[in-house]
Nanobody, 115 residues
Framework: QVQLVESGGGLVQPGGSLRLSCAAS????????MGWYRQAPGKQRELVAS???????DYADSVKGRFTISRDNARNTVYLQMNSLKPEDTAVYYC?????????WGQGTQVTVSS
């Protein structure tokens, strides 16, 4: 089955930027969608951004205008560009892939926004 490898998380100051990457082990051309979720301590996992096979994107209201999801089919990779980061963005971020086989999750990467 497909494997997802995430990178790009870390510690950043408020107002800073990070770019998360999620590389899939096979072509993402035929999948239903890929997305980024996040989970903060004591909270449920929430959808941050998603992109469909057709290229349609969706964002949580809390990140709209600050985050951008994109895909590079040639590299089997999706990205999450995060700008103007706030302390409330602190969470473990998970990449997801939906296909006819079901949902696959990445390992999760910690993003901490703090002074």
């Amino acid at each position: 089955q497909v494997q997802l490898v995430e990178s790009g998380g870390g510690l950043v100051q408020p107002g800073g930027s990070l770019r998360l990457s999620c590389a899939a082990s096979r072509s993402i051309n035929s999948i239903y969608s890929m997305g980024w979720y996040r989970q903060a301590p004591g909270k449920q996992r929430e959808l941050v951004a998603s992109v469909t096979r057709g290229g349609d994107t969706d964002y949580a209201d809390s990140v709209k205008g600050r985050f951008t999801i994109s895909r590079d089919n040639a590299r089997n990779t999706v990205y999450l560009q995060m700008n103007s980061l706030k302390p409330e963005d602190t969470a473990v971020y998970y990449c997801s892939l939906d296909s006819w086989r079901g949902r696959t999750w990445g390992q999760g990467t910690q993003v901490t926004v703090s002074s």
